[in-house]
T-cell receptor, first 116, second 114 residues
Framework: DAGVIQSPRHEVTEMGQEVTLRCKPI?????LFWYRQTMMRGLELLIY????????DSGMPEDRFSAKMPNASFSTLKIQPSEPRDSAVYFC??????????????FGSGTRLTVV | GENVEQHPSTLSVQEGDSAVIKCTYS??????FPWYKQELGKRPQLIID?????GEKKDQRIAVTLNKTAKHFSLHITETQPEDSAVYFC?????????????FGTGTRLQVML
């Protein structure tokens, strides 16, 4: 299994531009999570999906952020317009829910976003 | 919602010594407690986890203990080695359930000195 695949690995964009981050969860996993990591705030949960349905988006900072999961093998996190304070590493993670003994997440390699 | 506090924020130990990282949680309904290790520039990776029906779990040099009454859990690393240097995160969740999301602590940067 290739694990959780995120793209791009690095993204540098100018303030005001639209940014789209992509994630492919592990095949068979039915929960998907988007986290943001910064030195100041640590790992923050932005949104998560169970069976492609958004369950909790209370961590999405503002309307500039949106996430979709059109099918079980793909999700996007979009920022429009981007701002310098959005600079962070964005991680996607997936797990099998419910009923599986292993509840641990598997994280992707992350996307390092820099907004200048 | 759940709140997880983690201490210390940084920890330096000599190679071969033990390291202990402690976490407390606020929601008494939480019943799953994993620990993640994140090396510099890498993804967080699950290293060990514990569920509320056990008090201790070991895996070679690492162990985790859980005190549900006090709502705290700890990671113990014995015979530390340079490759143990990383940031360690604790987390808690209610699982299974519709609210089964992990809440992470703020991380502990462990440095193992030669």
């Amino acid at each position: 299994d290739a694990g959780v695949i995120q793209s791009p690995r690095h993204e540098v964009t100018e303030m005001g531009q639209e940014v789209t981050l992509r994630c492919k969860p592990i095949s068979g996993h039915n929960s998907l999570f988007w986290y943001r990591q910064t030195m100041m705030r640590g790992l923050e949960l932005l949104i998560y999906f169970n069976n492609n349905v958004p369950i909790d988006d209370s961590g999405m900072p503002e309307d500039r952020f949106s996430a979709k999961m059109p099918n079980a093998s793909f999700s996007t996190l979009k920022i429009q317009p981007s701002e310098p304070r959005d600079s962070a590493v964005y991680f996607c993670a997936s797990r099998l829910y419910p009923g599986h003994q292993d509840y641990g997440y598997t994280f992707g390699s992350g996307t390092r976003l820099t907004v200048v | 919602g759940e709140n997880v506090e983690q201490h210390p924020s940084t920890l330096s130990v000599q190679e071969g010594d033990s390291a202990v990282i402690k976490c407390t949680y606020s929601d008494s309904a939480s019943n799953y407690f994993p620990w993640y290790k994140q090396e510099l520039g890498k993804r967080p990776q699950l290293i060990i986890d514990i569920r509320s029906n056990v008090g201790e779990k070991k895996d070679q040099r690492i162990a985790v203990t859980l005190n549900k009454t006090a709502k705290h859990f700890s990671l113990h690393i014995t015979e530390t080695q340079p490759e143990d240097s990383a940031v360690y995160f604790c987390a808690a969740s209610k699982s299974p359930g519709t609210a089964s999301k992990l809440t992470f602590g703020t991380g502990t940067r462990l440095q193992v000195m030669l």
